[in-house]
């Protein structure tokens, strides 16, 4: 049962241009959720968060959009940088979970080209 | 350091043999997690610790897999008679005790079950 989903394995971007990464949840329990990226041979890095009382939250050339009534949130990156290639995941957690365990989906590979 | 810290970085272990995985939190995160990822999949859930408190054990996926952590500090993560569908990067997480707080991960120890 996967609860959290990026159906998208991999995209590729031009340089300069908006990267755009999805992730579908069916938990309706989630209320925080976070976006990592991950390069080869290291842990996860937090990149940003959002709380299910907001719809967007931006940080820079990061913006994460939430869609509750969709359980949908996405990742924007602009402008894109062939430094922001890595896999990059979503995850979740839910306030029902006093542990702060976090659901991850399965990752999406974005391949940014110069 | 100011990172969480994991050792050993790599294992090459035969089946049914034992291995011990270690993690180091960041100072003062009173909260720590391992999760597994396994080639080609997200992260999942096994031990969440938080100080004191009775761990939440309900990721670990059979009985050959055990953690410990004395206080606040270092945990090791057991698998006893390691089978070769226990290969993965078992990766290591710590955070403040709040719920909806960042959880930051060590680089991972990459098991290899032959």
């Known amino acids: 049962d996967q609860q959290v989903k990026q159906n998208s394995p991999s995209l590729s971007v031009q340089e300069g241009r908006i990267s755009i990464l999805n992730c579908d949840y069916t938990?309706?329990?989630?209320?925080?959720f976070l976006w990592y990226k991950k390069y080869p041979a290291e842990g996860p890095t937090f990149l940003i968060s959002?709380?299910?009382?907001?719809d967007k939250n931006e940080d820079g050339r990061f913006t994460v959009f939430l869609n509750k009534s969709a359980k949908h949130l996405s990742l924007h990156i602009v402008p894109s940088q062939p430094g922001d290639s890595a896999v990059y995941f979503c995850?979740?957690?839910?306030?029902?979970?006093?542990?702060?365990?976090?659901?991850f989906g399965q990752g999406t590979t974005l391949q940014v080209k110069p | 350091g100011a990172g969480v810290s994991q050792s050993p970085s790599n294992k090459v272990t035969e089946k049914g043999k034992d291995v011990e995985l270690r993690c180091d939190p960041i100072?003062?995160?009173?909260?720590l997690y391992w999760y597994r990822q396994r080639l080609g999949q997200g992260l999942e859930f096994l031990i969440y610790?938080?100080?004191?408190?009775?761990?939440?054990k309900s990721g670990l996926p059979s009985d050959r897999f055990s953690a410990e952590r004395t206080g606040e500090s270092v945990s090791t993560l057991t698998i006893q008679r390691t089978q070769q569908e226990d290969s993965a990067v078992y990766l290591c997480?710590?955070?403040?005790?709040?719920?909806?707080?960042?959880?930051?991960f060590g680089p991972g120890t990459r098991l290899l079950v032959l």
């Open positions: 959002i709380s299910s009382i907001k």
């Open positions: 938990n309706s329990m989630f209320d925080y």
């Open positions: 610790f938080q100080g004191n408190s009775a761990p939440d």
């Open positions: 100072s003062g995160h009173t909260a």
């Open positions: 995850a979740a957690s839910g306030a029902s979970s006093n542990t702060g365990k976090l659901i």
């Open positions: 997480a710590s955070s403040f005790w709040r719920t909806q707080e960042t959880q930051y």
